[in-house]
């Protein structure tokens, strides 16, 4: 029987879904596989800290039985017994007394917390990228699962800790935090006075409100911009162009404090008002 158009079209719909599946897989798969391996490099680290950890309050509770400190040593043989039965170290198990444990128990967590977020921040910028490309692609869907891994990466691992005000932030860590969890970003920066450093995308005037005027803080090609939103109330800027090249001139009282060009560093202070089409800092300020 001669195939007609409609079986034709049906036929070329089912093949290229065939094709297209292992394509999906591996892409999915590509992400899942470089997530597990950072869960496996964590797991090792902690197994490490926690075998060092055990090794340094092996000897505490020698010193203490050696000077007859009895309370010290049961505090610490308690301790043991807790380790070898959990295989874990947190906050929670932090004691009061006696000073010399705690402070292992503290250093212990630190150093764990340390190389994980390490771990981490090396894992979702490879994450990161693959999101994008997978959006970039239409594959939504994909995109979506490897948003969650990002996710659970970070929640599982990496505290929410907000900066203090005026604390110094790259440009590429406020780019990578809201690339990676727009929420999770807010947590952290919304709302907070940063000092920021980047390399100058561009300026221009704000369309949307001609009484402040944008510079874009970026870390390299295709990685995002930070708006950077001055009040040209408190200051005066002019646009001058010296053979090819066109300066922002920044003026504060009849001072020049700036001359700005594209792919210059920048240190700007501003206050992070989350993502609007970019990452935004309002209420800017030059550091000089």
């Known amino acids: 029987m001669k195939p ?36 496996e490099r964590i797991a090792a680290v902690e197994r490490d800290v926690l075998g060092k950890y055990e090794d340094s309050i092996a000897e505490l509770q020698v010193q203490f039985q050696k000077a007859a400190d009895l309370d010290g040593a049961l505090a610490v043989r308690n301790e043991r017994q807790r ?13 009061n007394e006696p000073r010399s444990l705690r402070t292992l128990q503290q250093q212990s967590i630190a150093k764990m917390a340390e190389l994980t977020a390490a771990l981490v921040s090396e894992t979702v910028p490879k994450l990161v990228e693959l999101k994008k490309a ?7 869907d994909d995109a979506v699962i490897v948003r969650g891994l990002i996710e659970k990466l970070q929640n ?18 406020l780019l990578m935090a809201y ?25 221009r005037q704000d369309p949307a409100d001609s009484r402040n005027y944008l510079v874009f803080l970026t870390k390299g090609a295709n990685s995002g911009w930070v708006s950077c939103s001055f009040n ?16 922002l001139v920044v003026i504060d009282r009849n001072e020049i404090i700036a001359r700005i ?17 970019t990452v935004r800092l309002t209420q800017c300020e030059i550091v000089r």
């Open 156 to 173: 599982d691992h990496v505290r929410v800790e907000r900066p203090e005000n005026g604390q110094f932030v790259p440009a590429e860590t």
């Open 4 to 39: 007609t158009l409609p079986n034709i079209v049906a036929l070329f719909t089912l093949v290229l879904a065939v094709i297209q599946e292992p394509a999906r897989a591996q892409t999915v798969a590509a992400g899942e596989a470089e997530a597990a391996k950072c869960h």
């Open 261 to 277: 060009q594209t792919g210059q560093s920048l240190d700007v202070q501003g206050t992070c008002d989350g993502f609007q089409d």
């Open 134 to 140: 997978l959006t970039i692609a239409g594959k939504l």
């Open 232 to 247: 040209t109330g408190n200051l005066r800027f002019r646009e001058e162009k010296q053979f090819n090249t066109i300066f």
């Open 179 to 203: 690339a990676a969890d727009r929420e999770r970003a807010d947590k952290m920066y919304k709302g907070v006075r940063l000092s920021l450093r980047g390399v100058v995308g561009a300026f």
């Open 83 to 95: 380790l070898h039965s959990e295989h874990r170290l947190t906050e929670k198990n932090v004691a």
